[in-house]
């Protein structure tokens, strides 16, 4: 007899976000700017804010952003980038892994809700694997991609044409929430967290 297995159900509210951003900047100060709004927006709204607890680049912004209003930041850092991406110790809480895999999963589990800033190999990498989690059925946790001066449009017209080719569900665009910017992804969260409460 098959077993029910039932969807997991969103978290009431969001409490924690984790942050996938670039430790670089990028070309366009907008990518910066929105990064520094999203974090002082976390801690305005009272909202943990868990990321890669780099120091360097859009990590380094959201978190202290995130710090200077007053917020709470968890970091994980596996310890091979410990240099190179100048793990931020004055954080609220910051953990050490041993790798890529640990850190991801520490991330995810301490975090309501998935934001992506732009960012390169890595927050696609991050982005992806929660993306797939989604998609199977493993959480239900939202997913908002932060498409400042449309970053983001390469991927999202690669996920449609995923799914022009018949390799996904049309379900998995639904899955993904596209803001702007920092200020509409904030708003998401707060309409979620209105609808949660």
Not at 158 to 186: I, K, M, N, W, Y
Request: overall charge negative; hydrophobic content about 50%.
């Amino acid at each position: 007899m098959p077993q029910d297995v039932s969807r997991p159900k969103p978290p009431p509210s969001i409490a924690a976000v984790c942050v996938y951003c670039g430790a670089r900047h990028g070309r366009d100060a907008a990518f910066t700017e929105a990064a520094r709004t999203l974090g002082a927006g976390l801690a305005g709204r009272g909202l943990s804010l868990v990321y890669g607890a780099g120091d360097v680049g859009l990590m380094g912004e959201v978190a202290r952003s995130a710090m200077a209003g007053g917020g709470r930041a968890l970091g994980v850092m596996p310890r091979r980038l410990m240099e190179m991406e100048v793990g931020k110790r004055d954080l609220t809480a910051f953990v050490l892994v041993d790798t890529m895999h640990e850190r991801k999963k520490v991330m995810f589990a301490n975090a309501d809700a998935v934001v992506a800033l732009p960012g390169g190999a890595g927050t696609l990498d991050e982005f992806f694997e929660v993306l797939t989690w989604r998609q199977l059925g493993m959480h239900a946790k939202p997913l908002i991609l932060v498409n400042v001066e449309g970053f983001w449009d390469p991927l999202l017209a690669l996920l449609d044409h995923v799914v022009a080719q018949g390799f996904a569900d049309p379900s998995v665009r639904d899955v993904v929430t596209v803001a702007p910017d920092a200020e509409a992804a904030l708003a998401i969260i707060d309409a979620r967290n209105e609808q949660g409460a």
